[in-house]
């Protein structure tokens, strides 16, 4: 195993990378620093410091706090602020990538630099391509919050640099805001709240369009200062997002847990107790990620019953048909319509 | 409110003189010298309080169970006093008990009937200052603020101009939305960081509460939109109001450059919020288009 997980303990952000960022944001909007940390294990003095770090613990209690001060327009700031953040080497390099797939293997590489908590999978449809956005540890009731921003930051980053925004898709699983005019100004594309899974979609010729700011040098110079960065902060994903990803390559064949832990290079019960600190089990994480994809391809509408039970690993299409009304509630057919 | 309590006052006045008469049937007055005038005066003045609660409760309370409960207590309370003051010029015949049960008797019940009463009146109370506590949050509740920009937010805005429309369509008074927004603020906040774009913000926020007058709901309406309620305004005094505040804008600096915003009013026509703001941002749209200006260039300082 090359790549290490992390859990809610291990001090793995850099406080100037985001957090001092967020503090920055929730004192000008009335919160008080000293309350913000109170009973987390960042201090005042830490903060002006280059090099000190935090648990992804305390970085979800903070936004937890943020969460309450009212402003709903927090997520989508704080990803500008993320953007364009001159201490993070990551966000200066994106403008200067080549094009959107050389600028989204990039930050999908160094994802842990800026965002550990979430991770992404990607489908092909017939004009889309799909990013399908998934928390790679237990995000407890910050998960929306931490979605939300994640998704605001690529479709600021591709409306930026492509300038054309509108031809995107989002879908989010969040409720909808009590009062869409207050964040329908950053969403340059339609978005539908409520939906089973959190979704870009991006249009195949998004992809290869180069992009204005394009500067090989800088970008080449950028990613060593990402790599440098690397040796202090090293490459690390959340068990969920191991585990989901493996259940993915391996798909239609299923892996089994002792399969998935063998791979991870520990006992499967290990597994088991580390997935029931996080409040998960791996039935839950594999039912969720075939729910997910199940839901991307019925919104698709060509595939029948048997052919998406073939794909997602079920002897017969009366299995998935089952499983399928056990996850959502609804039978198949509710979702083969093209989502409007 | 005494109106609405007639029929109880003349229960009182007819079982007060009922009373009178009865012991004046049934007795006879005491000589002169038997009067003791120290007994007198204490059961005069208690009741004489006795009907101050009376009529006090009467005058004071709408109709209702509480009241209803209280005014029963009183006026036995006040039965019983009045007897017990009679008594003290009148001489019962020894035979007679009726007299002495009907002074003792309807006291301790008409202190059980008050004290219920005023338990009853004490709940609701508990209520009336819920209910106003909630009326009070409506109105001026902290958590509606915006916390950047210490304005109202959209839950203000559509509560009050939902009040303000239907109370201007009653009176047939012009009322007017001022809508106002920052140009290229995206892109200002990429060049110059959130920072100064909090403080633009936060500046235009104490600009605009200066420079509107005391009657106009100022409110955020979204990031970079501002939307304001001009009441008993017609089209053409928004326009100057608008006018006024372009100049004013312009003396707002952040970051070393004049931010550029577009103003829109328009005066109300219909009755629901929602398709008056809409209406507003329609109409912003289409003086943006108007006034188009040219595509911010970082470093050039154009606008």
Redesign the interface.
Known sequence: MTVAIFDHNEKNLLLQHSVT?LL??AQ????CLHKLLHGTQIFEQDLSRPDSRCHHRDWLTLLGRCQQ???P?LP??LA??LL?NPALALSQSLPKAPHLAGCLRQLWYFRHQMLPGVFTLVQHTEQYRVLLLKPALQLGPQQGFILNLAMALLVQLIQ?HTGRGNNLRVQLKQAAP??P??????WPCPVSFGQPVDALYIPHELWFQPWPEHHAGEFRAYRRACYQLNRRLPRQRGLFEILQRQLYRTMPATLSLEQAASLLGCSSSSVKRLLQQQGSSYAALADDLRCDLATLLLCQGKLSNKQLASQLGYSDEHNFRRAFKRWTGNVPSSLRLPVS | MWQQHLDKLTLAAVLLLAALLLALQLGDVKSWAAIDWLDILGEGIVLAVALSWLTLNLLNRPAGRVTDWLYYGSLLLSCSFALDLLDEFLRYPAHVRTMSWLESVPAPLGMLALTYGLMGWHQEQRQINRQLRGRERFLRDH?LL???TQLY???YL?AVLNRELALHQQQRLPLSILMLDIDQF?AF??QH???A???YL?SLAELLSSQMRESDVICR?????FVAVLVHTEQAAAEIIALHLQQQLQRLTAAGQTLHCSVACIQATQTQATAV?KQAELALRASKLRGARPVYQPGHGNL
């Open positions: 960022a920055h944001l000008r909007r009335g919160a001060l009212a402003s327009e989508f700031i500008d602020a364009h930026h009590s009062h005019a207050q964040i329908s100004s950053y | 958590r915006d916390p950047l937010g959209l839950d559509y995206a906040n990429r960081g959130t920072a774009g909090d403080n936060i309406y979204a990031g970079d939109r703001l």
